[in-house]
């Protein structure tokens, strides 16, 4: 079955450093997002990705957050500058139609300290 | 910001018995729903789901019902059986975003 793979599984990073977290979508799908998951807390939507440009953002997604589909099978998530607060399991999930049920990868668990 | 609840943060069931997750939303014009189950270290995954067109919804063991005056659904699992042991997500999808709830975590013991 497709999958969503997420690299790496665990990150960390000393606060103030820049970070990216990749992902490979399933191959035919079209919708890509970013969600994260504060240890303890809910699944929370970050941005939704399409046609090469931002569908919607969360308040979550401020300047310091970004996302690129660099060369047509990655998506990127970069933390320009990372706070405490950034630590999180971040997943990425993908559709090949919306109101679908989406894919979700496995996650990357980031830590700042 | 809680449009989304899921009231019981666990639930214990036998092997064998049915297990009941509920979910209230707080806006009457969210017209899609899904559930999704997740375990540790693992992405959520989709289990099932429902437009506000109906108010049931079949997939083997997994059903969920609607009751949109109430602004509530729920998941049912029959039989339950030990691997269903997860964290389950109900998740309304409202302009190109899934909106979840905070998760009840399902053990089913033998």
């Known amino acids: 079955e497709p999958e969503v793979t997420q690299t790496p599984s665990h990150q960390v990073t000393q606060m103030g450093q820049e970070v990216i977290l990749r992902c490979v979508p399933i191959s035919n799908h079209l919708y890509f997002y970013w969600y994260r998951q504060i240890l303890g807390q809910k699944v929370e939507f970050l941005v939704s990705f399409y046609n090469n440009e931002i569908s919607e953002k969360s308040e979550i997604f401020d300047d310091q957050f970004s996302v690129e589909r660099p060369d047509g099978s990655n998506f990127t998530l970069k933390i320009r500058s990372t706070k405490l607060e950034d630590s999180a399991m971040y997943f990425c999930?993908?559709?090949?139609?919306?109101?679908?049920?989406?894919?979700f990868g496995s996650g990357t668990r980031l830590t700042v300290v | 910001d809680q449009q989304v609840k899921q009231n019981s943060p666990s639930l214990s069931v036998q092997e064998g018995r049915i297990s009941i997750l509920n979910c209230d939303y707080t806006?009457?014009?969210?017209?899609?729903f899904l559930w999704y189950k997740k375990y540790p270290a693992e992405g959520p995954t989709f289990l099932i789901s429902?437009?506000?067109?109906?108010d049931k919804n079949e997939d083997g063991r997994f059903t969920v019902f609607l009751n949109k005056s109430a602004k509530h659904l729920s998941l049912h699992i029959v039989p339950s059986q030990p691997g269903d042991s997860a964290v389950y997500f109900c998740?309304?999808?409202?302009?190109?975003?899934?909106?979840f709830g905070t998760g009840t975590r399902l053990q089913v013991f033998p």
């Open positions: 429902i437009s506000s067109i109906k």
């Open positions: 999930a993908s559709t090949a139609r919306q109101v679908y049920g989406y894919t």
């Open positions: 806006n009457s014009m969210f017209d899609y």
């Open positions: 998740a309304i999808y409202n302009t190109d975003k899934l909106i």
